[in-house]
């Protein structure tokens, strides 16, 4: 028996800006996790993943769980994913410098 999909965002690891990024509904990468395309259909996921994988500027392309908040926008399910959502750790530069994830 098959287990049930779960909601699922692209993601990747953009080469010009050296950060981790989502791929939008208007196919467009995106910073924000709060704003990539929440897919819930894993045949629309495969082919969204497809795409994601066909911008040479983007390496690391992959499909990543992800829950729905209150407003149906996507938010972390895992401690990865929640990590890679706030930028580096090293160094305060890029997300980590942002307010909200100081």
């Not at 045949?43 to 690391?60: E, I, K, P």
């Not at 990590?83 to 980590?96: C, D, I, M, Y």
């Amino acid at each position: 028996m098959s287990r049930k999909f779960t909601p699922k965002i692209v993601t990747a690891n953009d080469l010009m800006l050296g950060d981790v990024v989502y791929l939008a509904a208007d196919d467009s990468w995106v910073r924000d996790l709060a704003c990539a395309e929440l897919i819930e259909d894993e045949a629309h996921a495969q082919l969204r993943l497809l795409h994601g994988a066909s911008d040479h500027h983007m390496v690391g392309v992959y499909l990543a769980d992800v829950l729905a908040d209150a407003s149906g926008r996507p938010v972390p399910s895992h401690f990865r994913e929640e990590f890679r959502a706030t930028g580096p750790s090293n160094l305060f530069h890029g997300k980590q410098a942002e307010p909200a994830n100081v």
